[in-house]
């Protein structure tokens, strides 16, 4: 495969991605934001990690995992409220909603508890 | 539903008729009364040593288990999790806050307190010794629900019923036995339950529930690590069969992250799972799990399989790269720390008899004989194999969750005594499946007939098949009477499993060990309580502030019985310092009284068999101390305290043998005694030899307490001799 015909693949990925993308529904969008947004602030802490020193490591790890916790849960919560899944047929969004709280809430306080 | 007569002068046998209950109703009520006897059976059968002896605590760890739980109930949670332990590992100390698994002892004073709300005026020492055999209990509970999971409820029922009075689980949760395996496996089991739920139903509840399913289980044993191995292992297997769903991901990611986290929470525990060679392998999983999904949905956003090849290319290459260096540089900058020995030498049984002898000695960490496996087991060794034939057959997530379970517990159970404890729940909930759906198939042979006439039934995709049976079986009259003779065969190994189990903990499982019993000339029953009475002669004769030393076995039971500093006790974990001890009591007693006036050791402590015939006492251990000792102290060396390479303490024993201090304070006096009719005086009953020195002096120190049966011997540090 030569250079230029992996460019072009390159480009037909980045836009076929892009048109499939647009056509998600605005509340699983919504969720994927969020995602990004929790994936983002950990590797911001991730990077002034390297540059501070860890040393109260456990606030470092509780600082990564919650985001990386609350990121892992808004994408179950998106798995769950998709349309498309065949598997969560009969789980009512709002149910689906309600277990993302709760465990946000668990996450959390054991979050505070081990920030020191 | 039962309805009600109208008329009240009805004959009584319409009067019950009329309570007839539909046969759902049945089935529930034999049901739920099954599980009610089970619960029960659980309970007692492991009373037998309540029973025959007192309500005590048995062996040496749950002495320190129990003694951290008197000291929780008495100061509180906040002075627990603190807590710094003068009184043990003298000068060293313990932070026993930090280094204990909380789980059981906040079990035990919850129980204590809920208790106490209820007006109940129990003394802690009993809820301690009551817990195991209640947390077996529950356990069978859990048994029920998982194999209703697994299979069916009659697979349920009846791995709740094996694992009620199996063997290799009462072992260690006997009544008395206050130890972390009691709860632990308790936990593990409904860990394991919780996930498989949340596999099966893909709901976040369930997981959250799982993960806190894990954070008790991880406050309760260091076993975790199985479950933290196992589960990711099971992922893997599902990903590479092809079994994965959208449920796997949400279970094992809000179980892992969650569970991770809570797990933390355990100071004993701290990091390990970011930094531990063991956790990596979930660590891993986690990831891959990530890339995979992801690549999963843009495979399903993308149209075009040709760039989703490119695209899948480039990622996988990235990932895979990424991980590999990340892996290499945590590795090769010792950040991530290799395998502890612990559990390094389950998957090298060979490690810890070349490199920690301390780990080899422990008699529960030998490899496990076939007898052993029976033993424990029973019949149940041979259905688990054709458990595994009908899990192949019905292969779901649940299934292939349990024959995983399976398989690689019954490995390590094969590699170390104590883990046989591990597997018993998994062999039981695969036994029980063969057991349940055989006896299903033979029942269903034999109600086939009767079936094709009848059309109402409670199973009716069972019935209908067997109605076409019944139609093909015609040509084969004695499949009935075939399928009856089996049946009864099933109940015969039932029956003689029952027997068999029952036989084992009353004979084996329900020694106390702190207290001996014996047959005496005439068949009557001798106790020999020498334990406690030293311990006790020590709380109440020596200064608060003595230390004593003894070999590590008996630390734990001095401090909680006999409330006195010690040196080194059965947490091990410091090696140099039970060296020392170890070297202090092979060498002359001349070097030995530097090293205890250096430890400012007061009492020295022995056991001692020889008058009674007991065989696990220091002198059967001595040989581990030289081999500990010499691991450290170079200067002592094993063959010097062998002839010929056999251990001996007659007169042909070595001469190191005859002189060092364990020979000189196990026999001091005991050339004198008249042990057995038609022996000479000396005569070790436990060794079966007439000593080899028998006139034996005491320099540096002189005998302070004997127990009546020469059990446990005390003796006393002189001061150092006046100059003049």
Redesign the interface.
Known sequence: MGRAS?KE??G??FH??RS??AATPLNLKIIDLYVGFAIFTALIQVVYMAIVGSFP??SF??GV?SC??TA??A???R??VNK??K??KD?SPER?FA??V??NL??HL??M??LG | MATMPILPNMPALDLIKSFKLKTKQQELLIRVSILCLVYILAFITRLFSVLRYESMIHEFDPYFNYRTTLYLTQNGFYDFWNWFDYESWYPLGRIVGGTLYPGLMVTAALIYRILHFLRFAVHIREVCVLTAPFFASNTTLVAYFFGKEIWDTGAGLVAAILIAICPGYISRSVAGSYDNEGVAIFALLFTFYLFVKAVNTGSLAWSLASAFGYFYMVSAWGGYVFIINLIPLYVLVLLITGRYSMRLYVAYNCMYVLGMLLAMQIRFVGFQHVQSGEHMAAMGVFFLLQVFYFLDWVKHMLSDTKLFQAFLRITVTCAVAVGAIALGLGMLSGYISPWTGRFYSLLDPTYAKDHIPIIASVSEHQPTAWSSFMFDFHILLFLFPAGLYFCFKRLSDATIFIVMYGLTSMYFAGVMVRLILVATPAVCLVSAIAVSATVKNLTVLLRSKNKGVQTGSTKGSSSSKASSKALLDQSQPFQKNGAIALLFGAFYLLSKYATHCTWVTSEAYSSPSIVLAARGAHGSRVIFDDYREAYFWLRQNTPPDAKVMSWWDYGYQITAMGNRTVIVDNNTWNNTHIATVGRAMSSYEDEAIEIMRSLDVDYVLVVFGGVTGYSSDDINKFLWMVRIGGGVFPVIKEPDYLVNGEYRVDKGAAPKMLNCLMYKLCYYRFGEMLTEYGKPPGYDRARGVEIGNKDIKLEHLEEAFTTSNWIVRIYKVKPPNNRW
């Open positions: 992996s693949d390159a037909a990925l076929s991605l499939a993308y490591f456990n790890l509780s995992l990386v916790g892992v849960l994408v179950c919560l798995i769950q498309e899944n598997e969560f789980l689906a277990d993302f709760l465990c668990v996450l054991v979050i508890n081990f």
